[in-house]
């Protein structure tokens, strides 16, 4: 069994998705603003899918809820990369957690991304 989608509820899904994008290499599949859906694909085929909020599944965004209740992870190849992610994102003045540090065995930080969405970067040793 693979993960085929995650779908996520954002107020902005351009902004968003242009996050994902420039930082970690996603390839936009489709941009829809009438019907307000991303979908946006990873190297493995994973999709992310960026929605306007639905009433019918709730309605709420992060942002609405002013409030994270969840988070995504991406996991890089090496340590070096995570700082190098870190660098390029604090330089932008995205919100980071602070430096990477070491944390249950890897090599992370936290950044929130347009939308609320907190991402979690990190790399971890082979086993």
């Known amino acids: 069994m693979r993960l085929n989608h995650l779908d996520f509820y954002v107020p902005d899904i351009a902004a968003t998705a242009d996050f ?3 930082y970690f290499g996603l390839e936009l599949r489709e941009m829809n603003e009438r019907i307000g859906r991303a979908i946006l694909h990873d190297d493995q085929g994973t999709e992310i899918v960026l929605s306007r909020p639905l009433p019918k599944f709730g309605g709420a965004d992060q942002v609405e809820l002013r409030w994270q209740t969840y988070h995504i992870g991406f996991v890089l190849a ?3 990369d995570v700082d190098q992610l870190h660098i390029r994102l604090a330089a ?3 919100a980071v957690s602070g430096p990477p ?3 249950r065995g890897g090599w992370l ?3 929130t991304a347009p939308g609320n969405l907190l991402v979690e970067v990190g790399w971890r040793p082979s086993s």
């Open 20 to 22: 994902f994008l420039r």
């Open 78 to 80: 090496e340590r070096s």
């Open 92 to 94: 932008d003045d995205a």
């Open 101 to 103: 540090a070491a944390i």
């Open 109 to 111: 930080f936290y950044c």
